[in-house]
Protein backbone atom coordinates (compact mmCIF):
# COMPACT_ATOMS: atom_id res chain seq x y z
CA UNK A 1 0.00 0.00 0.00
CA UNK A 2 1.10 3.27 -0.53
CA UNK A 3 1.83 5.52 2.33
CA UNK A 4 1.05 9.27 1.29
CA UNK A 5 1.82 12.21 3.63
CA UNK A 6 -0.14 15.10 2.73
CA UNK A 7 0.45 18.29 4.97
CA UNK A 8 -2.30 21.39 5.04
CA UNK A 9 -4.77 18.44 4.35
CA UNK A 10 -7.56 20.43 6.43
CA UNK A 11 -7.34 23.53 4.82
CA UNK A 12 -9.10 24.58 1.00
CA UNK A 13 -7.31 22.68 -1.71
CA UNK A 14 -5.86 19.94 0.83
CA UNK A 15 -9.45 19.21 2.06
CA UNK A 16 -10.46 18.55 -1.85
CA UNK A 17 -7.39 16.80 -2.99
CA UNK A 18 -7.75 13.89 -0.01
CA UNK A 19 -11.54 13.52 -0.62
CA UNK A 20 -10.52 13.01 -4.45
CA UNK A 21 -7.78 10.78 -4.00
CA UNK A 22 -9.58 8.43 -1.40
CA UNK A 23 -12.32 8.50 -4.00
CA UNK A 24 -10.67 7.07 -6.60
CA UNK A 25 -8.04 4.55 -4.75
CA UNK A 26 -8.65 1.78 -2.22
CA UNK A 27 -5.19 0.68 -2.16
CA UNK A 28 -3.26 4.37 -0.80
CA UNK A 29 -3.07 4.87 3.07
CA UNK A 30 -3.77 9.26 3.66
CA UNK A 31 -1.58 10.55 6.13
CA UNK A 32 -3.10 14.10 7.05
CA UNK A 33 -0.75 16.22 9.11
CA UNK A 34 -1.92 19.80 9.64
CA UNK A 35 -1.43 22.07 12.54
CA UNK A 36 -5.17 23.48 12.39
CA UNK A 37 -4.61 27.02 12.46
CA UNK A 38 -7.62 29.38 11.39
CA UNK A 39 -7.43 28.49 7.58
CA UNK A 40 -7.79 24.71 8.60
CA UNK A 41 -11.16 22.87 9.29
CA UNK A 42 -12.04 19.32 10.38
CA UNK A 43 -15.23 19.78 9.08
CA UNK A 44 -13.49 20.02 5.35
CA UNK A 45 -13.38 16.06 6.15
CA UNK A 46 -16.18 14.77 7.45
CA UNK A 47 -17.11 12.55 4.74
CA UNK A 48 -13.89 10.49 5.11
CA UNK A 49 -12.84 11.21 8.66
CA UNK A 50 -13.80 7.38 9.07
CA UNK A 51 -12.38 5.61 5.95
CA UNK A 52 -9.74 3.10 7.26
CA UNK A 53 -7.09 4.57 4.75
CA UNK A 54 -6.84 7.74 6.47
CA UNK A 55 -5.78 9.04 9.94
CA UNK A 56 -5.00 12.54 10.60
CA UNK A 57 -2.16 14.30 13.12
CA UNK A 58 -2.42 17.73 14.18
CA UNK A 59 0.91 18.90 13.95
CA UNK A 60 3.12 21.96 13.10
CA UNK A 61 5.49 20.88 9.56
CA UNK A 62 8.37 23.28 11.20
CA UNK A 63 8.58 20.46 14.03
CA UNK A 64 11.36 18.36 12.56
CA UNK A 65 11.33 15.50 15.45
CA UNK A 66 7.76 14.81 14.66
CA UNK A 67 8.32 14.56 11.11
CA UNK A 68 11.06 12.16 11.68
CA UNK A 69 9.11 10.04 13.83
CA UNK A 70 5.78 10.50 11.39
CA UNK A 71 8.08 9.06 8.24
CA UNK A 72 9.26 6.24 10.48
CA UNK A 73 6.04 4.97 11.87
CA UNK A 74 3.80 5.15 8.39
CA UNK A 75 7.05 4.65 6.24
CA UNK A 76 6.18 7.99 3.89
CA UNK A 77 6.70 7.20 -0.01
CA UNK A 78 4.58 9.69 -1.12
CA UNK A 79 4.12 13.71 -0.09
CA UNK A 80 1.74 16.43 -1.33
CA UNK A 81 3.12 19.24 -0.08
CA UNK A 82 0.11 22.10 0.56
CA UNK A 83 0.66 23.19 4.20
CA UNK A 84 1.16 27.06 3.53
CA UNK A 85 0.22 30.49 5.22
CA UNK A 86 -1.43 31.92 1.92
CA UNK A 87 -3.67 35.30 2.91
CA UNK A 88 -1.83 38.05 1.00
CA UNK A 89 -3.33 40.68 3.56
CA UNK A 90 -2.60 38.69 6.46
CA UNK A 91 1.51 38.61 4.94
CA UNK A 92 0.87 42.34 4.92
CA UNK A 93 0.14 42.77 8.31
CA UNK A 94 2.35 39.86 9.98
CA UNK A 95 5.42 38.37 7.79
CA UNK A 96 6.89 36.42 9.63
CA UNK A 97 4.49 33.57 10.25
CA UNK A 98 4.75 33.15 6.81
CA UNK A 99 8.36 32.89 6.30
CA UNK A 100 8.31 30.57 9.13
CA UNK A 101 5.79 27.97 7.84
CA UNK A 102 6.26 28.52 4.21
CA UNK A 103 10.00 28.50 3.84
CA UNK A 104 11.74 26.52 7.43
CA UNK A 105 8.68 24.30 7.41
CA UNK A 106 9.24 23.76 3.86
CA UNK A 107 12.80 23.18 4.40
CA UNK A 108 12.32 20.73 7.34
CA UNK A 109 9.92 18.77 5.35
CA UNK A 110 12.52 18.23 2.59
CA UNK A 111 15.44 17.74 5.22
CA UNK A 112 12.93 14.57 6.54
CA UNK A 113 12.03 13.25 2.76
CA UNK A 114 15.93 13.50 1.86
CA UNK A 115 17.33 11.67 5.18
CA UNK A 116 14.94 8.87 5.00
CA UNK A 117 14.41 8.31 1.43
CA UNK A 118 17.89 8.95 -0.08
CA UNK A 119 21.93 6.47 1.24
CA UNK A 120 23.83 9.44 -0.24
CA UNK A 121 23.56 12.01 -2.75
CA UNK A 122 21.36 10.70 -6.12
CA UNK A 123 21.51 7.51 -4.50
CA UNK A 124 17.68 6.43 -3.21
CA UNK A 125 17.32 3.56 -1.03
CA UNK A 126 15.90 0.35 -2.32
CA UNK A 127 12.77 0.75 -0.58
CA UNK A 128 12.02 4.65 -1.72
CA UNK A 129 13.08 4.21 -5.40
CA UNK A 130 9.81 5.72 -6.64
CA UNK A 131 9.35 8.02 -3.47
CA UNK A 132 8.40 11.52 -4.80
CA UNK A 133 7.90 14.64 -3.17
CA UNK A 134 5.28 17.44 -4.80
CA UNK A 135 5.32 20.91 -3.97
CA UNK A 136 2.18 22.74 -4.17
CA UNK A 137 2.80 26.77 -5.43
CA UNK A 138 1.01 30.06 -6.69
CA UNK A 139 1.42 31.44 -9.54
CA UNK A 140 2.03 34.84 -7.48
CA UNK A 141 5.49 34.47 -7.22
CA UNK A 142 6.02 35.04 -10.88
CA UNK A 143 5.00 38.52 -9.82
CA UNK A 144 2.38 40.44 -12.15
CA UNK A 145 1.70 40.75 -15.97
CA UNK A 146 0.53 43.45 -18.15
CA UNK A 147 -2.39 43.58 -20.11
CA UNK A 148 -0.77 40.58 -22.54
CA UNK A 149 0.95 37.66 -22.37
CA UNK A 150 1.47 34.61 -19.65
CA UNK A 151 3.20 32.89 -17.43
CA UNK A 152 5.39 29.81 -17.63
CA UNK A 153 7.29 27.81 -16.22
CA UNK A 154 10.40 30.01 -17.92
CA UNK A 155 9.38 33.21 -16.42
CA UNK A 156 11.53 34.46 -14.29
CA UNK A 157 10.05 34.91 -10.65
CA UNK A 158 9.20 38.36 -9.09
CA UNK A 159 7.24 37.91 -6.27
CA UNK A 160 5.57 41.55 -5.07
CA UNK A 161 4.05 40.74 -1.26
CA UNK A 162 5.67 39.00 1.46
CA UNK A 163 3.73 35.46 0.64
CA UNK A 164 4.45 35.32 -2.63
CA UNK A 165 8.89 36.12 -1.95
CA UNK A 166 7.93 33.08 0.94
CA UNK A 167 6.42 30.65 -1.80
CA UNK A 168 8.93 31.64 -4.16
CA UNK A 169 11.53 30.86 -1.43
CA UNK A 170 9.96 27.26 -0.93
CA UNK A 171 10.61 26.86 -4.52
CA UNK A 172 13.46 27.64 -4.51
CA UNK A 173 14.10 25.27 -1.64
CA UNK A 174 12.62 22.45 -3.29
CA UNK A 175 14.25 23.13 -6.83
CA UNK A 176 17.78 22.90 -4.87
CA UNK A 177 17.03 19.32 -3.21
CA UNK A 178 16.57 17.92 -6.76
CA UNK A 179 19.96 19.46 -8.08
CA UNK A 180 21.93 19.00 -4.90
CA UNK A 181 21.02 15.67 -3.74
CA UNK A 182 18.88 14.09 -6.58
CA UNK A 183 15.40 14.39 -4.56
CA UNK A 184 12.67 13.14 -6.68
CA UNK A 185 10.57 16.37 -6.70
CA UNK A 186 8.08 18.28 -8.58
CA UNK A 187 6.47 21.93 -8.31
CA UNK A 188 2.58 23.01 -9.41
CA UNK A 189 2.27 26.60 -9.56
CA UNK A 190 -1.45 27.19 -9.75
CA UNK A 191 -3.80 30.28 -10.80
CA UNK A 192 -6.19 30.84 -8.24
CA UNK A 193 -8.74 28.52 -6.81
CA UNK A 194 -12.48 28.22 -6.28
CA UNK A 195 -14.88 25.56 -4.60
CA UNK A 196 -16.39 24.14 -1.70
CA UNK A 197 -14.02 24.46 1.73
CA UNK A 198 -12.11 27.62 0.90
CA UNK A 199 -11.69 29.61 3.56
CA UNK A 200 -13.84 32.82 4.68
CA UNK A 201 -11.25 35.70 4.28
CA UNK A 202 -11.10 34.71 0.08
CA UNK A 203 -12.53 36.53 -2.93
CA UNK A 204 -15.77 34.67 -3.37
CA UNK A 205 -16.83 33.35 0.02
CA UNK A 206 -16.25 37.28 1.00
CA UNK A 207 -18.95 38.09 -1.78
CA UNK A 208 -21.63 36.07 -0.88
CA UNK A 209 -21.16 36.21 3.14
CA UNK A 210 -21.21 39.94 2.86
CA UNK A 211 -23.98 40.05 -0.15
CA UNK A 212 -26.51 37.28 2.56
CA UNK A 213 -25.78 39.95 5.29
CA UNK A 214 -26.21 43.00 3.52
CA UNK A 215 -23.42 44.70 3.65
CA UNK A 216 -21.13 46.67 2.08
CA UNK A 217 -18.77 43.86 -0.67
CA UNK A 218 -15.31 45.40 -0.49
CA UNK A 219 -13.91 45.45 -3.87
CA UNK A 220 -10.19 46.27 -3.25
CA UNK A 221 -9.05 49.85 -5.76
CA UNK A 222 -10.95 49.73 -9.23
CA UNK A 223 -12.24 46.30 -9.19
CA UNK A 224 -9.88 45.83 -12.22
CA UNK A 225 -7.13 43.17 -10.84
CA UNK A 226 -7.08 40.01 -13.41
CA UNK A 227 -6.99 36.56 -12.13
CA UNK A 228 -6.79 33.21 -14.06
CA UNK A 229 -9.92 31.03 -12.18
CA UNK A 230 -9.43 27.75 -12.00
CA UNK A 231 -11.62 25.11 -10.39
CA UNK A 232 -10.47 23.09 -7.25
CA UNK A 233 -11.03 19.38 -8.46
CA UNK A 234 -9.61 20.26 -11.84
CA UNK A 235 -6.49 20.98 -9.70
CA UNK A 236 -6.92 17.55 -8.00
CA UNK A 237 -7.00 15.98 -10.92
CA UNK A 238 -3.96 18.02 -12.15
CA UNK A 239 -2.21 17.32 -8.90
CA UNK A 240 -2.26 13.17 -9.20
CA UNK A 241 -1.71 13.75 -13.10
CA UNK A 242 1.97 15.56 -12.34
CA UNK A 243 2.44 13.00 -9.48
CA UNK A 244 2.13 9.92 -11.52
CA UNK A 245 3.52 11.17 -14.60
CA UNK A 246 5.39 14.53 -14.21
CA UNK A 247 8.78 14.86 -15.06
CA UNK A 248 11.19 14.09 -12.20
CA UNK A 249 12.94 17.92 -11.36
CA UNK A 250 10.09 19.83 -13.86
CA UNK A 251 7.69 22.47 -12.74
CA UNK A 252 4.15 22.37 -14.00
CA UNK A 253 1.48 25.40 -14.59
CA UNK A 254 -1.77 24.45 -13.45
CA UNK A 255 -4.30 27.07 -14.86
CA UNK A 256 -7.59 27.23 -15.59
CA UNK A 257 -7.48 29.64 -18.87
CA UNK A 258 -10.56 31.54 -17.42
CA UNK A 259 -9.51 35.71 -16.76
CA UNK A 260 -12.05 37.54 -14.88
CA UNK A 261 -11.54 40.98 -13.07
CA UNK A 262 -12.88 41.59 -9.96
CA UNK A 263 -15.67 43.25 -10.46
CA UNK A 264 -16.71 40.81 -12.81
CA UNK A 265 -16.64 37.94 -10.30
CA UNK A 266 -18.82 39.79 -7.72
CA UNK A 267 -21.04 40.80 -10.67
CA UNK A 268 -21.63 37.36 -11.69
CA UNK A 269 -22.03 36.07 -7.95
CA UNK A 270 -24.65 38.91 -7.16
CA UNK A 271 -26.76 37.39 -10.17
CA UNK A 272 -26.67 33.92 -9.39
CA UNK A 273 -27.66 34.96 -5.70
CA UNK A 274 -30.39 37.23 -7.59
CA UNK A 275 -32.25 34.10 -9.00
CA UNK A 276 -31.07 31.57 -5.52
CA UNK A 277 -31.87 34.06 -3.03
CA UNK A 278 -33.64 37.22 -4.20
CA UNK A 279 -34.24 40.26 -2.38
CA UNK A 280 -37.31 42.46 -2.46
CA UNK A 281 -38.65 42.93 -5.93
CA UNK A 282 -36.17 44.54 -8.52
CA UNK A 283 -33.44 45.08 -6.42
CA UNK A 284 -30.22 43.55 -6.64
CA UNK A 285 -27.07 41.85 -4.29
CA UNK A 286 -24.91 44.49 -6.89
CA UNK A 287 -26.15 47.28 -4.87
CA UNK A 288 -23.80 46.17 -2.09
CA UNK A 289 -20.82 46.11 -3.89
CA UNK A 290 -18.50 48.75 -2.71
CA UNK A 291 -14.59 50.26 -3.48
CA UNK A 292 -12.39 50.30 -0.72
CA UNK A 293 -8.69 51.13 -1.06
CA UNK A 294 -6.32 49.31 -2.73
CA UNK A 295 -3.64 46.75 -0.82
CA UNK A 296 -0.39 47.32 -1.21
CA UNK A 297 1.60 46.13 -3.70
CA UNK A 298 -1.55 44.59 -5.17
CA UNK A 299 -0.96 42.89 -8.58
CA UNK A 300 -2.50 43.97 -11.47
CA UNK A 301 -3.25 40.54 -13.75
CA UNK A 302 -1.90 36.55 -13.71
CA UNK A 303 -2.73 34.55 -15.68
CA UNK A 304 -1.08 31.10 -16.42
CA UNK A 305 0.30 29.68 -19.91
CA UNK A 306 -0.66 25.73 -19.30
CA UNK A 307 0.38 24.39 -22.59
CA UNK A 308 3.17 22.05 -21.04
CA UNK A 309 0.55 20.57 -18.63
CA UNK A 310 -1.78 19.65 -22.08
CA UNK A 311 1.15 19.04 -24.02
CA UNK A 312 2.98 16.54 -21.27
CA UNK A 313 -0.11 15.27 -19.26
CA UNK A 314 -3.00 15.63 -21.66
CA UNK A 315 -4.75 17.76 -19.24
CA UNK A 316 -6.81 20.56 -19.10
CA UNK A 317 -9.40 22.46 -17.04
CA UNK A 318 -12.94 20.32 -17.23
CA UNK A 319 -14.92 22.69 -15.56
CA UNK A 320 -16.87 25.36 -16.99
CA UNK A 321 -16.37 28.82 -15.11
CA UNK A 322 -19.82 29.01 -14.68
CA UNK A 323 -20.84 25.36 -13.50
CA UNK A 324 -18.27 25.87 -11.19
CA UNK A 325 -19.09 29.29 -10.02
CA UNK A 326 -22.34 28.45 -9.53
CA UNK A 327 -22.08 24.97 -7.52
CA UNK A 328 -19.67 27.01 -5.42
CA UNK A 329 -22.11 29.90 -4.65
CA UNK A 330 -24.87 27.47 -3.71
CA UNK A 331 -22.22 25.46 -1.54
CA UNK A 332 -22.04 28.69 0.60
CA UNK A 333 -25.39 29.91 0.42
CA UNK A 334 -25.71 26.27 2.33
CA UNK A 335 -22.99 26.87 4.57
CA UNK A 336 -24.15 30.78 5.53
CA UNK A 337 -27.96 30.36 5.51
CA UNK A 338 -27.37 27.08 7.31
Given at each position: MKNILITGGAGFIGSNFIIYILSKHSDISVINLDKLTYAGNLKNL???????NYTFIQAD????????????KYYIDSVYHFAAESHVDNS?????????TNVLGTFQLLETAKNHWMSAPFEAKDKYKNARFLHVSTDEVYGSLGSEGYFTEETPYAPNSPYSASKAGSDMLVRSYHHTFGLNTVITNCSNNFGPNQHDEK?????????????????????????????????????????????????????????????????IICEILDELNPLKKNESYKQFISFVKDRPGHD???????????????????????????????????????
Amino acid sequence: MKNILITGGAGFIGSNFIIYILSKHSDISVINLDKLTYAGNLKNLESIKDNANYTFIQADICDKNLLHEIFNKYYIDSVYHFAAESHVDNSIAGPEVFVKTNVLGTFQLLETAKNHWMSAPFEAKDKYKNARFLHVSTDEVYGSLGSEGYFTEETPYAPNSPYSASKAGSDMLVRSYHHTFGLNTVITNCSNNFGPNQHDEKLIPVIVRKALAKEKIPIYGDGKNIRDWLFVKDHCRALELIFQNGRSGEVYNIGGSCEKNNIQIANIICEILDELNPLKKNESYKQFISFVKDRPGHDRRYAIDSSKMKRELNWHAETKFEDGLRDTVKWFLEKYKG
